[in-house]
């Protein structure tokens, strides 16, 4: 059993920037995956950035070069850097963590809301 919290989130304007963080706790495996996800309302949850346990980073084209991942194996945390933001950047943003290779096994987090005003 494996618990992701995400904080971090919030209002910002437009051009703005936010961090988003997520501490996993429990029986954390390893090699594994982090990322962020997000939702906006009435769209499919899609990736936002990943990061795997050798620092290899994935990001969704619409985030490229505003938006950085990374993470701290010392505190089981993962962050998310979100620079540029627009409006359409408005959404609940998840956290996820899953095994290496393997979509399927891991876990959420709740979730926290990303509102950029325009």
């Known amino acids: 059993q494996v618990q992701l919290v995400e904080s971090g989130g919030g209002l910002v304007q437009a051009g703005g920037s936010l961090r988003l963080s997520c501490a996993a706790s429990?029986?954390?495996?390893?090699?594994?995956?982090m990322g962020w996800y997000r939702q906006a309302p009435g769209k499919q949850r899609e990736l936002v950035a990943s990061?795997?346990?050798?620092?290899?980073?994935n990001y969704a084209d619409s985030v490229k070069g505003r938006f950085t991942i990374s993470r701290d194996n010392a505190k089981n945390t993962v962050y998310l850097q979100m620079n540029s933001l627009k409006a359409d950047d408005t959404a609940v943003y998840y956290c996820?963590?899953?095994?290496?290779?393997?979509?399927?096994?891991?876990?959420w987090g709740e979730g926290t809301q990303v509102t950029v005003s325009s």
């Open positions: 996820r963590v899953h095994r290496a290779w393997d979509l399927g096994y891991g876990y």
């Open positions: 990061i795997n346990s050798a620092g290899s980073t």
């Open positions: 429990g029986s954390i495996f390893s090699p594994n995956t």
